[in-house]
């Protein structure tokens, strides 16, 4: 028997341009002005104090020092980045992902990525990530040493233009449309398996308990996102045979299999603790959907007997993107943070 205690608070947040003037981002007169910039960093403020994550990672970070102050004010002891923003002149280019934590990081380092496994997948030897992804190993209470990773995926923009499909007039600009998004997918793919990968060699090597967030930039259903989320039941009776899991009876294959599967944060909310449907965290025009997530390992589902944590809530803060109020929205994010609240247990004494 066990009972719960007091909650953690897991969140993912694309902050969209956090760049602290005079700092530009991706052009030389995307800079904000004073004014834009305290309204930027209030509704970062106001959004912290009022769902109060313990561990917040964020993308589209172009001034990590200036976030890690912000965030110390309210109460946030560590942090970790993945690589450092690419930045000429006063421009800066290439943003970074960052994890605020008010527990104990203990390491943290860029996910090493086989890139070898790339060049398998049929993509160039050259290939490499949009970002770097960060891993940090973070000390939770009652769950003990766990692995954290930040990523933010390649986004939709197309990668190919209609001067790339050697067509002319109006099927240039068809192909290039259609071709360049098809880029971009299977480069985010590409991203998310490699990703894939490297959580199931360290969950091999350590069995570190699982969080995964961020702005994965595709729902969690689509074709290059679906394989994270593999279960049991859709392995290949070859690759079962292969692995020695055939001879295994049922409910043996199944407790090894479980210890590496990921599952989506709010599928295991409904089934702890069945609430209301899904809300959108990104508009894309007028058509929403839900692009941020959060993946667990199985200390975090309920319905497993040796579980550590539960999925007691999730919630999607969209407000300032369905009825947004002026000024405090005007510099939002066009992301909606995403949060999960986990249920620690302790044996009953």
Known sequence: MAVMSADVNIATLNLFN???PPLAYHE??????????????????DWVAQAAPDLLGMQEVFSPQALQ???????????????EPSIDGYVAHQSVVMLASRYPILESTSVPLDFTLAARFGV??????????LRATVQLPEIGTTD??????KSPRAMLGHQDVN?????AALAGSALGRWASVVKRGTEAMLLYQAILERRAQTGYAVVVVGDFNATIDSSELRGLLTAPNQLYRGDLHATGLLALNEQERLCHLRHFQLQE?????????????RRVSHFHGAHGSIVDHILLSQEFDCQQQHSLASVSCYQIFNQHLIKPE???????????????SLALRHPTT
């Open 28 to 45: 030389f007169d995307s800079i904000y002005s004073q004014s834009q910039w305290q309204l930027k960093t209030q509704w970062i403020a």
């Open 148 to 153: 954290v990773y930040v990523v933010h995926l």
């Open 167 to 171: 067509l002319d007039g109006f099927s």
């Open 326 to 340: 002026h000024p405090h929205d005007d510099y939002a994010s066009d992301h909606a943070p995403v949060m999960v």
């Open 18 to 20: 956090y760049a602290e």
């Open 69 to 83: 102050q912000q965030l110390a004010e309210q109460g946030f002891e560590y942090f970790a980045v993945a690589g």
């Open 265 to 277: 944060a709010q599928t295991l909310a409904l089934a702890c603790a069945p609430e209301k449907s």
């Open 124 to 133: 160039s030897e050259g290939f490499s990530p949009s970002r770097e992804m």
